[in-house]
């Protein structure tokens, strides 16, 4: 996808019907989206370019390795590929094995007990029982490049080195596992491929299928309503949070002005096993929030 001439865009992509309503979200351009901004639908009709309020950004997250805990942060660039501060990117960091196929929490749930910070250009790495992992945001183009793969699609990876696979290694105790970087010159993984029935064309690098993702706290409010064991917002791994909505009021937002960002909804993300790993204790239940879902007859969606 391309930037607009005038504005500066983003594309909501959500599949199925969604539950809660996540908004996967595709930018087309750079822009700003910071904690307090005011979220605004458009009204129809269209051509009158009418704003109603619907919301406030609360949280912002960067996910920067695939299924490790996201980076909280108060203000970010929105990019065509996700958000970003500096070299700090939206999950462009993967952890695969040996024959660079992914390694996510779904195989490996432990992976979201690895936190990690942004220092002096640098992520380290920190987990339980670990000594920290330093990694420079950006390795030498003499690194190995790996071919790896993502449910079935093709993309590169830059090894980050020895050191970095040891370590998550080391902590997973599972098998041999590397870790690699996607860097921007690389091709990412297209929207026609991801899901062929998008008219909208745009590229992610490791996110499942789009490159942003807004949640309400609302929607999980009322979920945890219905459960016996809470849920987190850390179980959903949005990107971004608005708050001071209705429950489920998302479902109605067709395009959004986000500061001096514009997004779309384009598709609702379906939920994965993912949501039901504890992400304090690193274990995958299989079980909820899925099965509470599957009562509600409402499907939803991740990543």
Same mark, same amino acid.
């Given at each position: 996808m391309g930037a607009s001439s005038s504005s500066t865009l983003a594309r909501l992509g959500l599949p199925a019907r969604p539950w809660p309503r996540w908004l996967g979200v595709a930018a087309l351009g750079l822009a700003a989206v910071a904690l307090g901004t005011v979220a605004w639908r458009r009204a129809w009709p269209r051509r009158r370019r009418r704003l109603q309020q619907v919301g406030t950004v609360a949280k912002l997250w960067i996910y920067p390795v695939k299924s490790c805990k996201g980076v909280p942060v108060s203000e970010a660039e929105c990019t065509a590929m996700g958000l970003r501060i500096g070299n700090l990117r939206d999950r462009f960091w993967l952890v695969i094995k040996e024959d660079g196929h992914m390694v996510t929490a779904r195989q490996e749930?432990?992976? @979201?007990?690895? =936190?990690?910070?942004?220092?002096?250009?640098? /992520? &380290?790495?920190? #987990?339980?029982?670990?000594?920290?992992?330093?990694?420079? =945001?950006?390795? *030498? =183009?003499?690194?190995?490049?790996?071919?790896?793969?993502?449910?079935? !699609?093709?993309?590169?990876?830059?090894?980050c080195g020895n050191e970095a696979a040891k370590w998550f290694t080391n902590f997973l105790k599972t098998e041999a596992y590397r870790l690699v970087q996607f860097e921007t010159n690389m091709k990412g993984r297209t929207s026609r491929k991801l899901v062929p029935t998008l008219d909208q064309n745009y590229q992610v #690098?490791?996110?499942?299928?789009?490159?942003?993702?807004i949640m309400t706290? #609302?929607?999980?409010?009322?979920?945890?309503t219905r459960m016996e064991k809470k849920m987190k917002m850390e179980n959903f791994r949005p990107? &971004? @949070?608005?708050?001071?909505?209705? #429950?489920?009021?998302?479902?109605?937002?067709?395009? /959004? !002005? &986000?500061?001096?960002?514009?997004?779309k909804k384009v598709m609702a993300c379906p939920r994965c096993i993912l949501t039901t790993v504890d992400p304090d204790a690193g274990v995958i239940d299989r079980k909820? *929030?899925?099965?509470?879902?599957?009562?509600?007859?409402q499907p939803g969606g991740i990543d």
């Open positions: 749930p432990r992976l @979201v007990l690895v =936190s990690i910070t942004y220092e002096n250009n640098c /992520l &380290i790495f920190r #987990a339980p029982d670990m000594d920290q992992l330093v990694l420079p =945001s950006k390795q *030498p =183009s003499s690194n190995k490049l790996h071919n790896c793969r993502i449910f079935g !699609l093709d993309i590169k990876g830059r090894d #690098a490791y996110p499942d299928c789009c490159p942003l993702l706290d #609302a929607s999980l409010v009322d979920l945890n990107n &971004i @949070v608005v708050t001071g909505c209705d #429950a489920f009021e998302e479902d109605t937002w067709d395009e /959004l !002005l &986000i500061g001096s960002v514009e997004v909820e *929030p899925l099965d509470t879902l599957k009562r509600l007859q």
